[in-house]
């Protein structure tokens, strides 16, 4: 995905698809060859936990609310986790994302905010993240899921290495960091659109610099 603009999906020696990197490799792990934007642990029996949590489902979900293996750059994604508390506990879990680039470089980590304080019952909870657009840059990214506890010392339930693949694809179409009229790609992981200022200088003022 970072190196080439092209790739094709071959099986037993035919051409399958022929396109952008990102969306072919997406297709190849959507046809089961590797993870997906979905994944489904309710009907498993050997669901990633332990006897304090188990992972039951998680999903990427586009702008628009449906599951989605692609995302577009400018607009905001979610990354859903529904997991089961088996066992009452003082202080909520933390969820949290531990999301790559295509090269296994870490882009972030993130947690969600709970309270350490109150008593945690048995039942099955869902946990949300809200991902900006215009914040990633195009390309294949991959989302391990983890569930923390802390009331006695750190505890990891459950991590999920990889679990959900999904694509962050720039359209170059009424994207607003294209309005140069470029269409080539872009270094970085991030893209983010920043706030600028640009204004003509008064000539005829000297700046001087200390003595």
Same mark, same amino acid.
């Given at each position: 995905a970072s190196l080439c603009n092209r790739c094709l999906l071959m099986r037993d020696g035919r051409m399958m698809d022929d396109g952008r990197p990102s969306s072919i490799i997406l297709k190849y792990q959507d046809a089961g060859f590797g993870g997906a934007a979905v994944v489904d642990y309710t009907n498993s029996p050997k669901k990633p936990g332990d006897e304090l949590a188990r992972l039951l489902r998680a999903w990427v979900a586009d702008h628009h609310g449906q599951p989605n293996s692609e995302v577009a750059i400018q607009h905001p994604f979610r990354i859903h986790m529904v997991y089961e508390i088996l066992r009452a506990s003082v202080g909520e879990p933390y969820p949290n994302i531990h999301l790559y680039d295509c090269k296994g470089n870490c882009v972030f980590v993130t947690a969600a905010r709970v309270n350490?304080?109150?008593?945690?019952d048995p039942g099955i909870y869902h946990a949300i993240c809200d991902i900006p657009g215009n914040l990633l840059n195009d390309g294949i990214f991959s989302a391990g899921l983890a569930l923390t506890f802390s009331h006695n $010392?750190?505890?990891v339930s459950f991590?999920?290495?990889?679990?959900?693949?999904? $694509? %962050? %694809?720039?359209?170059?179409?009424? %994207?607003?960091t294209r309005e140069a009229g470029y269409t080539g790609p872009i270094p970085g992981v991030f893209r983010p659109i920043l706030d600028w200022q640009v204004q003509a200088e008064n000539l005829t003022e000297q700046v001087l610099a200390p003595q």
């Open positions: 350490r304080a109150t008593q945690i $010392g750190i505890h991590y999920d290495q990889n679990a959900l693949n999904f $694509g %962050v %694809v720039d359209s170059m179409i009424n %994207v607003p």
